[in-house]
């Protein structure tokens, strides 16, 4: 998974968790408004809310598994080759230090 992906998803995820939070908000101020209809409305919404939620954490759970294979595969990479992590990590250095000496 990409750096930008995995910000898109971030960012996907919290705009969720807002949405979900907003249409909680909703429900709970439109609790005591009479009719059988808003009734069935808040019982559908509810509802999806909580599949939404359900979703999200799966979501949420699979992103944290990927982020542990990726870690331990980079982790399994440098007890595999550890003179080639060496040499990427001073050029990275190398980089970063030539980029910061410019300004």
Do not use: Y
């Not at 807002?18 to 439109?30: G, H, N, Y």
């Not at 559908?44 to 599949?51: K, N, Y």
């Not at 992103?63 to 331990?72: D, R, T």
């Amino acid at each position: 998974m990409t750096e930008m992906t995995s910000a898109h998803k971030d960012k996907l995820m919290r705009d969720l968790n807002v949405v979900i939070a907003d249409a909680e908000e909703l429900l709970r101020m439109t609790a005591n408004q009479a009719g059988e209809g808003a009734a069935d409305l808040r019982g559908r919404i509810q509802a999806r809310m909580q599949q939404a939620k359900s979703e999200l954490a799966n979501l949420q759970h699979a992103a944290v598994v990927k982020a542990q294979a990726a870690g331990h595969a980079a982790d399994e990479f440098v007890h595999e080759n550890p003179w080639k992590s060496i040499g990427a990590a001073a050029g990275i250095g190398l980089v970063v230090g030539l980029l910061i000496g410019r300004r």
